[in-house]
């Protein structure tokens, strides 16, 4: 990549996070009366709920620190991030260790799922908060989370299953893709033989039993063994998510210098795009059906924000651990598409949801699943490692 466009997506990247994303949530997401934040808004800012979901808290707790500890000390962001620790900790912890899945605005339990997703939210954001406080029982707090969900995780007679196992056994590719990037990120606190040990059991999962190399693809949902199933379910991609991964296991690489698990990270990328890129509308699609059959899922040739922001800094990453100008192109490419299609100019941040052809599909900003995580942590990833890029020039 050229010097100047390296130059022109620093400022990019660093102004769209610092002078339009996080500015529209700190405007907006504070909950000053109740603690903790709002996440559920309309495109101006409006809130739409007043509950709130637990692992977008986490997340938006874990951003603010990280912000803190890797752009700048701004006593704002340490504070907001303290601002969710604390409610997090006061409101959102069931009594066997567990954290809910939504809370009400003051706190109250509203759901608790059998997934262990808003643990992992958990995990990172008082890890990311201990080391940004220099708070050690933050940390405490962090990897006694962090144990009780691997204990979990290995032992799943421990939740309620989704599918009775005595009629059929399956697993999902988003259980060791988020051990995986969870890990990661509390591993930055120090060394601990169980999170090698994690690291490499995901990567053995997601490498050995979710990549197809027969069908180039990596699967969302497989056999307990790896198995391909012939059902809806069984030949359904989401692009995005495997994108995601690739690049957490391009990371591992680079963290390991493993040059074979930056190329495993690339192949699934390729794939990927392949599967996910719609030639006829541009942008990335929901959910693919491998074999060209119905998708189950009514969304599944929506253009939603999220893909485009991981296939962004994925693309990026593989460029850069590469040299390989095929990657520099597929980023232009979403670059141009993602940046004509989703960003607000009048409101600020970007549109969520938008219809095959790009136009919009709702107006949310924020919701139960949609937050400040995709979009900022995608804005800050690719800043500094353009930033390694143009050192390296």
Known sequence: MKKNRIEELIVIHRDGLLKDTIPFWMKHTIDHEHGGFLNYLDQDGTILNTDKPVWVLGRFTWLMALLYNSVEKRPEWLNTSRHGIEFLEKYCFDTDGRM????TRDGRPLRKRRYIYAETFGVIAFAEYSLAAGDEKKLE????????????????????PKIYPQTRQVKSHAMPMILLATTQQIRKTGDDPLYEEVIDNSLKEVLEDFMHYDERALFETVGVNGERLD?????????GHAIETSWFIMEEGRHRNDKNLIEKGCT???????????????????FVDVEGKPCEQYEH???????????????????????Q?????????????????????????????????????STVKGNRWAGPFHLPRMQLYCWKLLEEMKKEI
């Open 100 to 103: 809910f899945f939504e809370v």
């Open 325 to 361: 100008k095929k990657y520099e192109d597929w980023h232009e490419k979403i670059h141009e598409w993602a940046y004509s299609h989703f960003p607000d100019r009048k409101n600020g941040e970007w549109f969520k949801y938008l219809h095959r052809d790009g136009t919009i599909s």
């Open 231 to 239: 059902s809806p379910e069984g030949r359904c991609i989401n692009p």
């Open 141 to 160: 707090r962090a990897k006694k989370l962090y144990k009780l969900l691997i204990r979990y995780y290995q032992n799943p007679e421990l939740l309620p």
């Open 268 to 286: 699934i990328l390729d794939w990927s795009l392949d599967w996910g890129w719609d030639k006829e509308y541009g942008g990335i699609l929901y």
């Open 301 to 323: 040739d929506m253009k939603l924000w999220w893909p485009h922001n991981e296939a962004l800094y994925a693309c990026l990453l593989a460029h850069y651990l590469t040299g």
